[in-house]
């Protein structure tokens, strides 16, 4: 609690460089309802979606990670959101960072980051990002092919190089294993390229693909790593590190959990690695997925008669919805779109479910939901077609005005988000509700 405490003051104090946004200790729902229920109507800004960012959250996340991966250390992956906040907190609770471009080694940098605490985990990287990472002092890096390895030892001779393998990505969502890793036949050769350029290779990483969902995916791959590192030997390299990537689900995740993947992981690092090997990892989606909330208005809404068709619901979708009756179906518009906080359902695979925030003035957050539900489609505002977040949802009758949020929103959504058709990306509001105030 104390070092919460800490973190709370360092947030709130300006301890970096970049002037921080106000951070409240209320809770996730008194937010929301100061938001969506209680609003002053003549602010112009009353009805954006937004999220709430928790910053408490990501806190919680890292103080799980120390309890349950006590050996690996965690160096965040600044791409999966960069948000400044998240950025200061993760600094200020002492984990390094994965940076994948010249842009998110400034970020991490910006906060006072040292750049022995940076890697700059992307095996294909612009020349003139690697000058940058040397100009910075940034030396850890990976690579997969001996082109990289040539281009660094021209700009970057005394980066401490980290070869990425190739392990079985099968069972995770977004595979990463078509784009990048060296297949175990070909790390003999590339380490045999690093020798003949004199350049120092520290270890071995792998990244077992975003959205893990067989925690035995990750000892397999500290298997493979191992005979990467027995390989290092016979080229005459002693590895230090190894990375084991990133994968590891958000809090609230289904499938596979954190504690299952690091039961399973944990002990295979232990039997196949001595403790003179330093052991990192690059979470992403762990840390803040769990962490942010999106909060949006139903702008416009269209009553789809039963017996007309529509491409508001597809038949078979409909029958799919328990509550069948004459009722109509609805197609609702909400303020943030697949081409903004959405576009997650696209990039990142994400299956998200709209749920009712307040209807009608009364505050619904976390409410058990009493009423008759309808199928619906919810789309974003837009108006290009595609841009429909989904199509075979069930929710009560929402009107114009309503609010619905979708949970579990920090990871690979704002980051990419864009303002096409003039529309602002959802800001946030930051809390850190490890220190709630009594009665909230
Ligand atoms: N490290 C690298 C090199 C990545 O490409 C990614 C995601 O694409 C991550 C870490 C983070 O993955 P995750 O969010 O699944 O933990």
């Known amino acids: ?226 005979k990467a590192f027995d390989e290092g030997k016979a080229w005459g390299y002693d590895f230090h590190l190894l990375d084991v990537g990133g994968g590891f689900p958000g809090n609230n995740a289904p499938g596979v959990s954190f504690q299952q993947i690091a039961a399973v992981l944990g002990p295979a690092i232990d039997q196949h690695f001595g403790p003179e090997v330093r052991v990192i990892a690059e979470p992403g989606r762990y840390y803040v997925s769990s962490a942010f909330t999106l909060a949006v208005n139903v702008i416009a809404r269209r009553v789809v008669p039963r017996d007309r068709k529509s491409s508001a619901i597809d038949e078979s979708e409909a029958s799919a919805v328990a509550t069948r009756d004459d009722h109509p179906s609805y197609m609702y518009y909400i303020n943030d779109g697949m081409y903004g906080s959405f576009n997650c359902i696209t990039f990142d695979h994400a299956v998200v479910t709209p749920n009712v925030l307040a209807r009608s003035g009364a505050f619904m957050y976390k409410h058990a939901i009493q009423e008759a539900e309808f199928p619906c489609s919810v789309w974003g505002p837009t108006c290009d077609s595609i841009d429909c977040i989904g199509k075979g949802f069930s929710l009560p009758e929402m009107q114009v005005g309503d609010w619905l949020h979708f949970d579990n929103m920090g990871a690979y959504t704002m980051c990419a988000a864009s303002q096409f058709n003039g529309f602002k990306k959802s800001p946030v509001v930051y809390t850190n509700t490890e220190l709630v105030e009594p009665g909230h």
């Open 1 to 226: 609690k104390q070092s919460l405490t800490k973190l709370h003051h360092g947030l709130s104090s300006g301890m970096a460089t970049a002037e921080p946004a106000n951070v409240s200790s209320r809770s996730v729902g008194s937010i929301l309802r100061s938001r969506t229920v209680d609003y002053d109507v003549t602010n112009p800004e009353a009805q954006d979606s937004f999220f709430v960012g928790d910053l408490g959250e990501v806190a919680r996340q890292h103080a799980q990670w120390k309890q349950l991966l006590p050996r690996v250390e965690p160096f965040y992956a600044v791409k999966c959101n960069p948000d400044t906040m998240v950025l200061k907190t993760l600094t200020s609770l002492g984990t390094g960072f994965d940076c994948a471009s010249k842009g998110e080694i400034q970020m991490a940098l910006d906060q006072g980051v040292h750049p022995s605490k940076i890697i700059y985990a992307n095996p294909c990287k612009q020349a003139s990002h690697i000058r940058f990472a040397a100009a910075t002092g940034v030396r850890m890096m990976t690579f997969d092919n001996a082109d990289e390895l040539r281009k660094v030892k021209a700009i970057h001779p005394n980066a401490q190089m980290i070869l990425r393998i190739l392990t079985d990505d099968s069972r995770s969502i977004c595979k990463l294993g078509v784009k990048f890793g060296a297949p175990m036949a070909a790390v003999p050769h590339l380490l045999k390229a690093a020798r003949e350029l004199d350049m120092d290779v520290i270890g071995i990483s792998f990244h077992v693909g975003s959205g893990c969902f067989d925690a035995s995916a990750f000892g397999e791959a500290v298997m493979l790593a191992r």
